[in-house]
């Protein structure tokens, strides 16, 4: 009897899946998955990424229902970012998301088919991730953390009128750091400012570049270097025992010690992504969107580290500022 009752369900099984009826299995194909990589963890990339996830899911793309998200972060060593992006095109995701320079180049080098959206690029054309302004006409597409650089050189007059020298600690082999660099140089002497250097190669090394700009610079000041932010309270330490004002091109600085910042909002920019993921996961090609960059700047105070150097804000910049840590 048993025999005869697993036959019977054997061909009744047979039958269904003959007349279309969704199997189990099957029902698994409609899931999306997506890929995150990002250089390194920081405030800045971690709210990028949150903001890619929260951003899908407004769209219907929910994780445990129909969409599998997966991330990995290569802990600022540019290898490992290449390994994770062989790994990930093994894997054959929807869309990878790559954040920070070096591991949307190590995904963009490794494929042409896969769908790639970078984020946190401050220029994915000197970046070689796209070739102009417009829509790439290949798989990749993104959203750009481009600096105000002339908007944070003016929050940096306004902060400290009589700031001459600014210090910069930056990895010198991360090319959009380089490309800042390069950027100040120009722009500095409009604004009766000259810059100081420090690199740092390593995580490890921003500490002491810092401390070298103590006595030669008026202010620091931090760009979204992967290495720099992703040690910040470095910067902080030397700041509060040198009485040396930090001010940053990041919003999310300012709770890790800077004084001031003008920057993205990187949630915001991470959501922007998430929209552009949506979009190519519903049928669109990557090549036909368009890279952007954020409006949306907001000016950060923390009032505690000011008060902890000696420094006092002027009304007008505190009546300015969109937060204010006090």
């Not at 929260?54 to 219907?60: K, Q, S």
């Not at 920070?100 to 220029?123: E, Y």
Request: net charge negative.
């Amino acid at each position: 009897m048993d025999s005869v009752k697993k036959k019977s369900l054997a061909m009744v099984l047979g039958l269904a899946l003959g007349m279309g009826v969704v199997a189990p299995t099957t029902a698994l194909a409609d899931n999306k998955y997506v890929a995150i990589t990002s250089i390194v963890e920081h405030p800045a990339l971690d709210a990028f990424k949150d903001g890619v996830v929260e951003a899908l899911d407004a769209e219907g793309f929910k994780q445990g229902e129909n969409l599998r998200v997966k991330y990995q972060t290569a802990q600022g060593n540019t290898g490992t970012a290449a390994q994770i992006a062989r790994q990930y095109i093994g894997e054959g995701p929807d869309v990878i998301v790559a954040i920070g320079t070096p591991s949307a180049q190590a995904v963009v080098a490794a494929t042409k088919s896969i769908p790639v959206v970078f984020g946190a690029i401050t220029d994915p054309v000197a970046a070689q991730l796209v070739k102009d302004r417009g829509p790439s006409g290949t798989n990749v597409t993104g959203m750009s953390d481009e600096l105000p650089l002339k908007a944070s050189l003016e929050l940096i007059k306004k902060t400290l009128p009589k700031a001459q020298k600014v210090g910069l600690v930056y990895n010198p082999g991360e090319i959009n750091s380089k490309i800042v660099v390069e950027q100040l140089k120009v722009m500095m002497p409009e604004y009766g400012l000259t810059l100081v250097e420090a690199a740092a190669p390593r995580t490890v090394d921003v500490s002491s570049a810092a401390r070298n700009l103590v006595g030669k610079a008026d202010v620091i000041f931090s760009t979204t270097d992967n290495n720099v932010i992703a040690t910040y309270e470095s910067l902080t330490k030397v700041s509060l025992a040198s009485k040396l004002p930090l001010i940053a091109s990041d919003t999310g600085s300012v709770e890790r010690g800077a004084i001031a910042a003008l920057g993205v909002n990187y949630k915001q920019l991470g959501m922007q992504a998430g929209q552009m993921v949506a979009r190519i996961l519903n049928g669109e090609n990557p090549g036909d969107i368009a890279w952007e960059t954020s409006d949306q700047l907001e000016i950060h105070l923390n009032k505690k580290i000011a008060d902890q150097i000696g420094f006092e804000f002027s009304e007008e910049l505190v009546e300015s500022a969109e937060k204010v840590l006090e």
